[in-house]
Every structure is written in structure tokens, then in C-alpha cells.
């Protein structure tokens, strides 16, 4: 795949950039027509999809469906309820000073647009932006990632059966694809991914000032106060545990990367979390369909590199074992490993959660704070004290209070990060505003007109101009005053 060369780019590009320009990508008939047959393609392919997320990342088909085909579903639902209004333009008001005249937002799609995406979630990092670019009438090219390339290829058969090919094409490939793609003129960039590669992917924009969106990771940070009834503890542990090994085994931007406990409640957490893996993931969890693997041999070793390191391998309680065969690795629970290890370093991507004991749970928020931005922190607390001063002082792209994950789901929340988790945001409306640019039109006519905007200038009209700026009630009797006056 990676024999793709330029020129073949240039042409596809090119044919995108013509069916743009020929206006059919901006109808709301062409619009909704390819939502519709992206509807047709998530319910009718069902068991595609799932075939081929179990075969890239061994993932159960009902989390598949949780995760990737359901919210798909919604979202394309979603922006079909809404297309009508998204596409309509919005009265703006004008100041006095701009007399007579009516100004609105016109929503234009952006052009041709890229969209590069990440392995753990292939469908849904794919198609939930090509949801809103659609959405916002833009021809489109996906790269997905070389990493799952079973849901690569489902991905670019079912496109190109499904949906518009004159408009809408998937270009499979890895790095090199990647970064011969982002050195073309798009008119818009979503890469989701890692920083690292987000820095050259931004590079390469700047070159043609490409605007971009970057979806990117990073350690989010779980405050676990101790909670007193069994009821609550119970479960905050099953939404912990789901979010965390029950969901792509950890491989996930927004999963729950460690812990805070206090000290005291600490034995206590690990013994609940130890029952609810058991209850989860049965007594060998490695026979267990519902964990997913690790992607690839270099993550599985990179993960196990993290458990080697000195004093971390200690600091395990729980799991620890590692199929290298199967790709698979236990959920493994680690209590205090050093903090300046890897595991507490690095984004760590798979099914290892530390808990980090803390004297006071406040301490939480220095701890938090003292690290770079998180895509999320959670906080399963019922401490009113403790969520003001997380939702006051802590900036992170989402703050959660007693679940994890169920964020991303919500059309009506803009998805995204701040600082190294990157920046720009989308899902629902937001995915629509994201590929498309709000034109401002103003509208004046030739019955009335104002003397004092015209030079030769003169102090009497400066001062017309500085009551009409400062005191727009002023600007009226200037209005008054001035009508007609030559
Ligand atoms: P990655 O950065 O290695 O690759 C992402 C995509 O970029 C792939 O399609 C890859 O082929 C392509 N690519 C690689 N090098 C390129 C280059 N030089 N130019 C252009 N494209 C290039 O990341 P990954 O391993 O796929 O994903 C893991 C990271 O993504 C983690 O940090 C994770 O947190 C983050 N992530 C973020 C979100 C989110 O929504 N915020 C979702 C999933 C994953």
C-alpha cells in the first residue's frame, strides 16, 4: 500500500476537488442521501464490521456494537434530524453604527477534507467525522489506520459501495501514505492520533495553511474518594472496570489511565476491583471473549516493557501475566509504582491501572494539576467540595463525576482536548461546524447614507464617529441628524 505515489494522490484529489466544485456535495438532497446510505451500510454490514474488529483487536461484538456501529448509528440519526438546521443561515445583529443594513451567518461547506485516523476504534474515528464533513456538503478522503487492516480494508470496500466515490474515497497506507497525504492542499486536516505524529502532521499543514483538528491522548486521571456504602462502591467499581478492560482493553484515548485513592480506602478499592474483574473476566480471564487483545506485537512489548522496569514489576497485586502468542495481557492492577517509571510517565494504552495512594483525596487536584492537560478526568466522589474545585480549578477537554467514557457518546458535547491532548472539537453539531466555515454577509441597499463617512475628514465628524461608537443610543440621533446630509 504504501507504493502509492503522488501523482496517483494528485488524481484522486483532483477528481474530489471537481465533484466539490460542481456544487452536488452542497444540495441538503446529496447530503442526506449519503447519510441515509451510511445508515444503509452500519446496520446492513453489521457483522463486517464486527468480523473484522475481531480479527484486528479480538473484540467482543457487543462491545463493537457499543462502541463503534451504535453510537455511529445515532450519530448519523442525528445529523439527519438536524441537517436542515445546520445548513440554514443565522440572523446576525449589526450595531447602530452600521445603520441600515442586515447581516446573517451563512454555513459553507470547507471544500476537500482529510481525515486520518487511529486503529483502536477504526470505524468510529473514521466515520463519526465523515458523519459531519458530509454533514457540512465537503468531499472527503479517509486514512485509516495500517495497524487494523482488516477494518481498513472493510472500511474502503463498504465506502465505496455505499456512499458517493466520486466524493468520498478511503486511501489505505501507512506512514509514508500518511505523510504523502498531508503534504497535498486539503482544505481541512482531523488527524486523531498521537502527539508525536500530530506535530508533523501540523508541520506539513502550515506549509499550504491548512487548519486542522488534532484528536490526540495523553494520561486521564481517575479520583476514586472513598465511598461508604457498598451500594455506590460497587458501582463505581463496574464503571471503572468497564471503562478501563472493558473497553478495547484499555486502548483508548479517554480510558481511565490511573488512579487517586487516599491511603486509608486503598486496600478496600484494590479487594472490590480484584471481585468485580473476577465477576467480569471469569477466573482465567485469558480465555474470556470479552477483553479485547493488544494490537500489535511492538504495543504488547512496549506494555511489557512498562511492567519490567525496576520497582513497577513489584508494585503489581493483581494479573500481571502476558501471552505474548495471543496478544493478550490480564488486567493487571499496580499500587504505587514510582512515579517517574514509564507506566507513570507515558500514555499507557492497555490493560494496566496503577493506583496512586494519596494522604487526602484533595491532594488529587495538586496531583492532577501538576501534570500536563488531560483529555478527561473522572472523579467518583459524592464530595461537593471535592467536584467545585475540580470543575473551578482543573482544565482538562471533560470532567466526569461517577462514570467514565460515556462522554464521547453524547451529540449535544463537543469532543475534544486541550493543551497535548490537542485541540478543535467535533460529534454532532459540533462535527458539522468543525468542516464547515460560517461566511458573514451583510446587506445594505442605497436609500439612506451618511454624510460624515466620507472624507475630506474634520473634527466634527470624528466626534460623530466617537458618539457613534461609544454611545449607540447616540448613534441614533446621529442617524437622525445626519439623514441625508451632504
Ligand atoms: P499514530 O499517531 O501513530 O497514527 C495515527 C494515524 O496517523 C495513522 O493512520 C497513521 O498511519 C498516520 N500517520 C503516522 N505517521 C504519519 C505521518 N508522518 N504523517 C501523516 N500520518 C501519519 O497514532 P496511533 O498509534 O494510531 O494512535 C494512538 C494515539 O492516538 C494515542 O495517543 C491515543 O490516545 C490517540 N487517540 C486519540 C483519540 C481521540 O479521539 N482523542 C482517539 C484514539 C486514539
Request: aromatic content about 10%; hydrophobic content about 40%.
Amino acid at each position: 500500500m504504501d507504493s502509492y505515489n503522488d501523482s496517483v494522490y494528485e488524481k484522486e484529489i483532483k477528481e474530489l476537488k471537481e465533484t466539490f466544485n460542481s456544487g452536488k456535495t452542497k444540495e441538503e438532497s446529496w447530503r442526506r442521501n449519503q447519510l441515509k446510505n451510511l445508515l444503509s451500510l452500519l446496520v446492513e454490514k453489521e457483522e463486517d464490521i464486527f468480523t473484522a474488529l475481531k480479527q484486528d483487536l479480538g473484540k467482543h461484538y457487543v462491545e463493537s456494537f457499543r462502541d463503534e456501529v451504535g453510537p455511529l448509528i445515532k450519530s448519523v440519526n442525528y445529523a439527519l434530524k438536524g441537517l436542515k438546521k445546520w445548513m440554514s443561515s443565522k440572523k446576525a445583529d449589526l450595531p447602530l453604527a452600521a445603520f441600515p443594513a442586515t447581516a446573517e451567518l451563512v454555513p459553507e461547506p470547507l471544500g476537500t477534507v482529510l481525515i486520518i485516523s487511529s486503529w483502536n476504534f477504526p470505524f468510529g474515528l473514521s466515520l463519526e467525522p465523515l458523519i459531519g464533513a458530509i454533514a457540512a456538503g465537503n468531499t472527503v478522503v479517509i486514512k485509516p489506520s495500517e495497524l487494523a487492516p482488516a477494518s481498513s480494508s472493510v472500511l474502503a470496500e463498504l465506502i465505496d459501495t455505499y456512499l458517493d466515490r466520486e466524493a468520498i474515497k478511503v486511501i489505505q497506507g501507512g506512514v509514508s501514505v500518511g505523510e504523502q497525504l498531508v503534504q497535498q492542499k486539503w482544505d481541512k486536516i482531523l488527524f486523531t492520533g498521537s502527539a508525536a505524529v500530530a506535530r508533523k502532521v501540523m508541520t506539513a499543514a502550515a506549509k499550504n495553511l491548512t487548519p486542522v483538528v488534532l484528536e490526540l491522548g495523553g494520561k486521564c486521571p481517575a479520583i476514586v474518594d472513598s465511598l461508604s456504602s457498598s451500594w455506590d462502591i460497587q458501582m463505581a467499581i463496574k464503571r471503572i472496570l468497564a471503562a478501563k478492560f472493558g473497553t478495547c482493553a484499555g486502548q483508548a484515548c479517554i480510558a481511565i489511565d490511573y488512579i487517586l485513592v487516599e491511603k486509608k480506602f486503598s486496600s478496600t478499592l484494590v479487594e472490590h476491583l480484584k471481585a468485580v474483574i473476577q465477576s467480569m473476566f471469569g477466573d482465567n480471564p485469558k480465555e474470556s471473549s470479552s477483553i479485547a487483545r493488544i494490537i500489535n506485537k511492538s504495543h504488547f512489548t512496549r506494555l511489557r516493557n512498562l511492567l519490567n522496569e525496576p520497582m513497577v514489576e513489584a508494585s503489581i497485586v493483581h494479573g500481571g501475566s502476558l501471552d505474548e502468542d495471543n496478544l493478550f495481557i490480564e488486567p493487571t492492577l499496580l499500587v504505587d509504582p514510582p512515579l517517574k517509571a514509564g507506566i507513570m510517565t507515558e500514555e499507557i494504552f492497555g490493560p494496566l491501572l496503577p493506583i496512586i495512594t494519596l494522604e487526602k483525596i484533595e491532594d488529587s487536584i495538586d496531583f492532577i494539576k501538576s501534570r500536563p492537560r488531560a483529555l478527561a478526568v473522572y472523579a467518583f466522589t459524592k464530595n461537593e467540595m471535592l467536584k467545585k474545585k475540580l470543575s473551578s480549578d482543573v482544565s482538562s477537554g471533560s470532567l466526569v463525576f461517577n462514570d467514565a467514557i460515556i462522554q464521547y457518546v453524547a451529540d449535544s458535547l463537543p469532543f475534544g482536548g486541550i493543551g497535548e491532548c490537542g485541540f478543535g472539537r467535533y460529534h454532532g453539531k459540533f462535527s458539522f461546524d468543525a468542516f464547515s466555515h460560517e461566511k458573514t454577509v451583510v446587506r445594505r441597499n442605497y436609500l439612506v447614507d451618511f454624510w460624515f463617512r466620507y472624507p475630506p475628514w474634520n473634527q466634527q465628524k470624528m466626534q460623530i464617529f466617537k458618539s457613534a461608537y461609544r454611545f449607540d443610543y447616540l448613534g441614533v440621533v446621529l442617524v437622525v441628524l445626519g439623514f441625508n446630509k451632504s
